[in-house]
């Protein structure tokens, strides 16, 4: 079965916030994340540390219209190029529809103002 994303996809850099559970880190505790990749499944952003596949985090997304929170299973964990930064693939296993609904709309939207 493939762990690849399904549905329209945005290349962006959104401010983000990720909660690593306490088993992955001496406690839980809050730290600073970029989106890179969004989608309705869920994202990818860039991290200061490495995150076990198969964990759980809550990411906290800022889009216009306000923050998105959602409950994120760990897919992939890959080094990036820069040093201290890794790339983690998340799929959303806890989130609201209605922020479903929003994520769709954002995605839809600034790939339509991209193409303008």
């Not at 690849?4 to 992955?24: F, Q």
């Not at 760990?74 to 479903?100: M, P």
């Amino acid at each position: 079965m493939s762990e690849r994303r399904a549905g329209p996809r945005l290349k962006t850099l959104i401010t983000t916030e990720v909660v690593t559970p306490a088993r992955e880190v001496e406690e839980e505790e809050t730290f600073p994340a970029t989106c890179l990749d969004l989608g309705v499944t869920g994202m990818v952003f860039t991290f200061s540390r490495p995150l076990r596949p198969g964990s759980t985090v809550i990411a906290t997304l800022g889009l216009p219209d306000g923050n998105i929170s959602a409950y994120a299973k760990v897919l992939r964990c890959e080094t990036t190029r820069r040093t201290g930064k890794w790339k983690i693939a998340v799929q959303f296993d806890l989130l609201f529809e209605d922020d479903r609904q929003r994520i769709a709309a954002y995605v839809e939207a600034e790939s339509r103002r991209r193409l303008d």
